[in-house]
């Protein structure tokens, strides 16, 4: 059974950093690419950043540059480094596994599996 669950969330000032954390399993790495999006309210769903299982990395333009996405050796922690956050970062964030790719500008990602979000919450 795949589980994957977020935390690290909170309300944070502008200009501020934020960690999340993701713990992953139920799954074969090697089969999948890990992600997170986001969910704002009265918005749809963004994809922001994968990491495939050969450890390429694909971004949503809108957020590269300001955040990161990596795991532990053992792909059983994905994290979301977040640099420089803004109120309209506010939203729940959610981590994934399934397939991402990217083509110019172009961010794509397909989702297996998802978890229950964390709430990032930033104030100006």
């Known amino acids: 059974e795949v589980q994957l669950v977020e935390s690290g969330g909170g309300l944070v000032q502008a200009e501020g950093s934020l960690r999340l954390f993701c713990a992953a399993s139920?799954?074969?790495?090697?089969?999948?690419?890990l992600m997170w999006f986001r969910r704002a309210p009265g918005l749809e769903r963004e994809g922001l950043a994968c990491?495939?299982?050969?450890?390429?990395?694909y971004y949503h333009d809108s957020v590269k540059g300001r955040f990161t996405i990596s795991t532990d050796n053992g792909k059983e922690t994905v994290y979301l480094q977040i640099h420089s956050l803004k109120p309209e970062d506010t939203a729940i964030y959610y981590c994934a596994v399934g397939r991402c790719s990217k083509h110019g500008t172009r961010y794509y990602d397909d989702l297996d599996y998802w978890g229950r979000g964390t709430q990032v919450t930033v104030s100006s």
């Open positions: 139920g799954f074969t790495a090697d089969d999948y690419a």
């Open positions: 990491i495939k299982s050969d450890g390429t990395t």
